[in-house]
């Protein structure tokens, strides 16, 4: 089989399935694993898939990590919009978990309009913002610092913040299906988990362009949350969510 045939063999199988393994490529091409992985790097150089442990899935569904400039400029507006909404779950006295990101980011101008906050992260822009506010009290979590996102990461960490316990947790995301949300880094995915697990309320905050998209780390179910504060722009999540609401209902 000429490489152009594994090519077109490769991309209608990850068109249908929407991923394939490596092993299974080389049976049924009848070639060694080291010509599909060979094959799967030409492909990914020309971005028709993105290459993954054991295979590669498709980048139409599979989502990248983006850098900090990246995500400021990403649906600014809608984030502003979710942070409206999220407002309605702030109250005075409250002890926050707010995840690392833009879109948490965004909540910052919404949580000090509120006395007695403490607010527990691993963002350093998050946390440099709200030091500025003496009315608000700011933990930040240890770590080497993430140079594309700014965020504190290690393992001492997480470690602490298995000692925090909040009222609530403002989660971001990279990606979400109808099943589970995802992260596109290994320790993140690890930090966010602890902070929904030890937050009374968990709420996720994402603008709809995450979804229907995976990433390589998945770290919560999408029911495990109590609030999905999203906008409307995409007709597939919002009938998602409209079916949950009304088998709740029901």
Known sequence: MYSEERYSHILKKISKD????????????????????????TLEKREFLKRNFGGAVSIKTHVRSLTLEEKKID??????????????????????????GTTTYALIDNIVKHEGIT??????????????????????????IENETLSSLSLEGYQMLEKF????????TDAFDDEYVYSTNHLKSHMKTIMLDNAKVKVLVTDSSKYPKDGLYRYYKLT??????????????????????REEKE
């Open 119 to 144: 607010v527990i992260t691993f963002d350093l822009n998050i946390a440099m913002e709200l030091a500025k506010y003496k009315h608000i009290k700011t933990y930040i979590l240890g770590g080497f």
């Open 224 to 245: 495990g949350f109590d609030y999905i504060i999203t906008d409307k722009q995409n007709e597939e999540l919002n009938a998602l969510l409209d079916n949950e609401i």
């Open 75 to 100: 649906n600014i507006e809608l984030k502003k919009i979710i942070a409206q909404k999220a407002d309605e779950l702030i109250t005075d006295n409250m002890d926050i978990f707010l995840d690392a």
């Open 18 to 41: 929407g991923q394939v393994k490596v092993s299974d490529l080389a049976e049924e091409m009848n070639v060694s694993e080291v010509t599909v992985r060979k094959d799967l790097s």
């Open 165 to 172: 316990h909040t009222d609530i947790c403002f989660a971001g």
